[in-house]
């Protein structure tokens, strides 16, 4: 399996960003880690391996992004506007630098997300407030609400950014229909911390009529990781 290691500088972040690439061609996988993981982590996870008979012969290229969740939604030593603030850039950074950064390396029109765990929260935010660019998201045990990171801290910003919230208020014709046109995957198992989480947001979408699937396996998932990885080989078709 090709793979290809970039650190670039990140005029958003203020900082150097790495990345790992797998593949060389096909429809490409925005890769989110978990909150504290890294940009290597579904290397170090066996999630690209698992999904190596889609890479190999040209189907998906997968893109491992780092994150910064411990600098923004995580980050006890600064105060929740500033942590909201650093997710914003962090949003930039994906829009300004690495989607460009994808379409200049890849020729598909078509870009998808996928994550687990606070990885499987930015797949779907990003994909909700940029359905013109992904058309697809897989978010695997997914948490969609964010206000428990911000100890009562409400704003816009908040709003905005939390799934939940400006779901049932969206009402924008335009927004709407590019959103229909998109692939939403939900997936979690009945042992899942954060099924609730899951069911709650495709109960929020059942409110506004936006399509999607939602996947409930079954089992205690001991292994977290490895029940993952089948999600994933189940819905990135």
């Known amino acids: ?9 990140s005029p958003n972040l ?3 960003m790495e990345m790992l690439i797998f593949g060389e061609e096909g429809i490409p996988i925005l ?5 504290n993981g890294r940009f290597f982590e579904w290397e170090n996870r066996k999630m690209t391996e698992t999904v190596s008979d889609k890479i190999n012969p040209g189907f998906n290229q997968v893109y491992c992004v780092d994150t910064i969740m411990t600098e923004s939604l995580l980050n006890r030593d600064v105060d929740p506007f500033t942590r909201l603030m650093r997710l914003q850039q962090y949003e930039r950074y994906i829009m300004e630098e ?5 379409k200049e390396n890849n020729k598909a029109s078509f ?3 996928a994550g687990c765990e606070l990885g499987g929260f930015l797949a ?3 994909l909700l407030k940029h359905p013109g660019t992904f058309g697809k998201g897989i978010a695997i045990s997914g948490q969609f609400d964010i206000k428990p990171f911000l100890g009562g801290f409400y704003n816009e910003n908040v709003y905005f950014n939390n799934p939940v919230d400006f779901i049932p208020n969206l009402y924008d014709s335009k927004i709407l229909q590019a959103i229909e046109h998109t692939d939403i995957r939900l997936a979690t198992y009945d042992g899942d911390t954060k099924k609730d989480a899951t069911v709650r947001m495709s109960h929020t979408f059942k409110m506004r009529y ?10 205690t998932g001991e292994d977290r990781w490895e029940i993952w990885r089948s999600m994933l080989n189940k819905h990135i078709l």
């Open 1 to 9: 399996m090709n793979r290809t290691y970039r650190k670039l500088q």
């Open 14 to 16: 203020g900082k150097a």
């Open 31 to 35: 890769a989110f880690p978990t909150a």
């Open 98 to 102: 690495v989607v460009p950064f994808i």
């Open 111 to 113: 870009l998808m997300t």
């Open 124 to 126: 779907l935010l990003f």
């Open 210 to 219: 936006i399509d999607h699937t939602l996947d409930i396996w079954n089992g």
